[in-house]
């Protein structure tokens, strides 16, 4: 089992910026694929964010390029994500997830463990 904690959630003032932190513990692996996804109410479970094993690649979302920023420090078996100019927009419930695979996917049904969350809030 793999367990994932978010944290750095918060209420934040459009154009603002936010670092989300997820600690992995449990049977993890540094060769395992991290994604953050997110939830806004009345909506379905979204990709936002995905690195590979090595941390050599990421993908994102086309409505946060250029704004967010996936990272990843497999010393510390924990993945970040920057969130910089941020919009009511992004207002949602994000989750970290992790798949035993070395790529990371854009599906929701392609990841195995996840964490409970942490809650976004942009004002405008």
């Known amino acids: 089992q793999v367990q994932l904690v978010e944290s750095g959630g918060g209420l934040v003032q459009a154009g603002g910026s936010l670092r989300l932190s997820c600690a992995a513990s449990?049977?993890?692996?540094?060769?395992?694929?991290m994604g953050w996804f997110r939830q806004a109410p009345g909506k379905e479970r979204e990709f936002v964010a995905g690195?590979?094993?090595?941390?050599?690649?990421?993908m994102y979302a086309d409505s946060v390029k250029g704004r967010f920023t996936i990272s990843r420090n497999n010393a510390e078996s924990t993945v970040y994500l920057q969130m910089n100019s941020l919009k009511p927009e992004d207002t949602a419930v994000y989750s970290c997830a992790t798949r035993r695979w070395y790529l990371s996917s854009i599906r929701v049904s392609d990841y195995e463990y996840w964490g409970q969350g942490t809650q976004v809030t942009v004002s405008s």
């Open positions: 449990g049977r993890t692996s540094s060769n395992y694929a």
């Open positions: 690195i590979t094993g090595s941390g050599g690649s990421t």
